[in-house]
């Protein structure tokens, strides 16, 4: 069965940061491409954060994300990170990590319940 459980959210002030964890079992996570996607409340559909790739762990990264956060993974450990810096009050949602790329099939099928992160002053 496959699993994955985030943590690592909170309350932090603008301009602080964050880093996020995901830690997969039950498929073999080596060999997946790892996405972390994000919900605010009330602000529409989901948004794709970042993606990293397998083999070589390529990474993409959305436009507001791209500069202040950094995708990574540690396949001995069987965990995604998402290290987040310079937080802005639209950073607040509810993260989540999934498997697969963004626009490929099965992508967000597997995700976990998600982690909080609120930036406020």
């Known amino acids: 069965e496959v699993q994955l459980v985030e943590s690592g959210g909170g309350l932090v002030q603008p301009g602080g940061s964050l880093r996020l964890s995901c830690a997969a079992s039950g498929f073999d996570f080596g060999n997946y491409d790892m996405s972390w996607i994000r919900q605010a409340p009330g602000k529409g559909p989901e948004e794709w954060v970042a993606?990293?790739?397998?083999?070589?762990?390529?990474?993409h990264y959305s436009t507001s994300a791209r500069g202040r956060f950094i995708i990574s993974r540690d396949n001995a450990k069987n965990t995604l990170y998402l290290q987040m810096d310079d937080l802005k009050d639209d950073d607040t949602a509810v993260y989540y990590c999934?498997?697969?790329?963004?626009?490929?099939?099965?992508?967000?099928?597997?995700r976990g319940p998600g982690t909080q992160v609120t930036v406020s002053s």
């Open positions: 999934a498997t697969g790329l963004l626009g490929s099939p099965g992508y967000g099928a597997n």
């Open positions: 993606s990293i790739r397998v083999p070589g762990g390529g990474t």
